[in-house]
């Protein structure tokens, strides 16, 4: 507007007729004006159009969202179809059978471990073999819409039509495991046992990885994780136990065995007052009730029925013992959040503290008053909004496991009590995680047990009958539990353990 004031201004003519307008002058017509003024814009615009037009150049946006994986250039497809196709001509007929797929599983250039998922993708666990022509179709097909590891893993595990990976999808290829890995070759004669164990490591699996607890993993959840490289370090590790992220026999035992102890009537599934009884009745009242609530249990029918299912008890007892991972953290929080409103108040924070105030009494030992205890929880934590506590709060802070044994485990809050206070400050310092307090626990625990074992053996305790849980040596140890006598006919369900 400012610039057409100046362009009017600079004419002359129309100068002259506004100052005349301007003073009243009769003989100027309005009319008049108005067609100088019309013919004045209009040779503005021709002016505007003979200017010449700077416009930025628009620029080409490269793609930068591969769901898929980002497809790379280098990749000869007709090369690699030309080396499976070398490797089926071995074959009797050029049909592979399971104890073949190794090859073929390298010919693909994948891990070993991916040959019972590539057999089944295949046809192969419906005719018992696969032969080449469906093989490199299947495969060829892979190449063109799977460009990295993890949407190749999940193309081949899924169910059709999905681009998640569920629970069940993961049994036949850990079944495939289980009979071929050298460091499982002890399960063979007990294999009562592999439903157990492949329960184990599917839990532990979304544990670590489905971090939307969706209980649906997706590619970018798998890229995100250190799955696929434990996977592919399966065909050079002999011993499972070396791989205590998932595939850990020594962990799946230690848990098994544990679970084994609260499950006093054997059905494998445990009530409200059997988890009371872990670790010497060290969890609160108030969080075992919220544990029950269905808050971060998955199966619902067993909610509705006030019973915990093992896999539910995997996600327990390895967030019980390693409360600064975070998934621990989400767990722990998910159960103090009374509300659901993403925020831990005064008031849930007192709920859980009196719990804990009332056990310190019936010990003899005065408890703390709640404001103070609330004051070094505050100062623990130092949530950016004042009086209330969030996950991302929690998750920022480095010493999250003590505020939550506060609340809710009488054993340990006493343990970090004794400590000295800097202690724990200290150990923040120094502590490389090399080793996570979970996989602390598990060997301490694995030991324990394996010394019992072994005083049991010398006593030739007649109350104890053989359960036929192999330990990760390949002995056949006596019991899972403390003193329980175990019949594998009456403790196992012949129709297996699946979740």
């Not at 002890?186 to 532990?204: C, M, N």
């Not at 489905?210 to 799955?227: D, M, P, Q």
């Not at 390693?322 to 009374?338: A, G, H, P, V």
Request: charged share 30%; with cysteine.
């Amino acid at each position: 507007m400012r610039m057409r004031e100046l362009s009017l201004r600079q004419d002359p003519d129309l100068r002259k007729e506004l100052a005349l307008l301007s003073r009243g002058c009769d003989f100027v017509l309005p009319s008049r004006f108005k067609k100088r003024l019309r013919a004045f814009q209009q040779g503005q615009a021709q002016v505007r159009t003979q200017e010449p037009v700077t416009t930025a150049l628009s620029e080409s946006i490269p793609k930068f969202y591969f769901p898929q994986g980002r497809p790379q250039a280098n990749v000869n497809v007709d090369s690699l179809i030309s080396k499976i196709e070398k490797i089926f001509s071995q074959f009797p007929n050029e049909r592979a059978t399971i104890e073949d797929m190794g090859k073929v599983a390298k010919a693909c250039e994948c891990p070993l471990y991916w040959k019972m998922p590539l057999f089944c993708l295949a046809g192969g666990d419906r005719t018992g073999f696969v032969s080449v022509h469906k093989f490199v179709a299947m495969w060829r097909k892979t190449l063109q819409t799977c460009h990295d590891d993890a949407s190749k893993f999940v193309h081949l595990l899924a169910k059709p039509g999905c681009k998640y990976l569920e629970q069940d999808d993961l049994i036949p290829f850990l079944q495939d495991v289980v009979n071929s890995h050298a460091g499982l070759a002890f399960l063979k004669e007990a294999p009562d046992f592999h439903s157990r164990y492949i329960t184990t490591v599917i839990q532990r699996i979304f544990y670590n990885v489905n971090r939307s607890w969706t209980g649906k993993i997706t590619c970018s959840e798998l890229r995100k994780s250190n799955f696929l490289q434990n996977l592919a370090l399966l065909e050079q590790e002999q011993d499972v136990n070396q791989l205590t992220e998932f595939f850990s026999y020594e962990h799946f035992y230690v848990i098994y065995c544990k679970f084994w102890e609260l499950d006093t009537d054997h059905d494998l599934y445990i009530d409200q007052k059997d988890l009371e009884q872990h670790n010497d009745q060290a969890i609160s009242n108030k969080m075992i009730e919220r544990l029950f609530s269905g808050t971060v249990t998955r199966d619902r029918k067993v909610h509705k029925e006030g019973r915990l299912s093992y896999a539910d008890f995997v996600w327990f007892l390895i967030s019980e013992e390693d409360k600064k991972t975070d998934t621990s953290i989400e767990y722990w929080f998910r159960c103090m959040d009374l509300d659901g409103d993403g925020v831990l108040s005064m008031y849930e924070l007192e709920y859980f503290y009196e719990d804990q105030c009332q056990r310190l009494e019936t010990m003899a030992i005065e408890p703390l008053p709640f404001e103070d205890c609330l004051c070094q929880m505050l100062d623990l934590v130092k949530p950016e909004v004042e009086g209330k506590i969030t996950l991302r709060d929690l998750k920022r802070c480095k010493l999250s496991h003590i505020f939550f044994d506060t609340f809710f485990n009488i054993e340990k809050y006493l343990d970090h009590e004794q400590k000295d206070p800097f202690s724990s400050i200290r150990e923040l310092e120094t502590d490389g995680q090399e080793v996570t307090d979970w996989e602390k626990y598990a060997a301490e625990e694995y030991d324990i047990l394996v010394a019992e074992e072994a005083a049991n053996d010398q006593c030739n305790d007649p109350q104890l009958a053989p359960a036929n849980l192999p330990g990760p040596s390949g002995q056949l140890f006596g019991r899972p539990g403390r003193g329980c006598v175990l019949e594998l006919g009456v403790c196992f369900a012949p129709h297996g353990f699946w979740f």
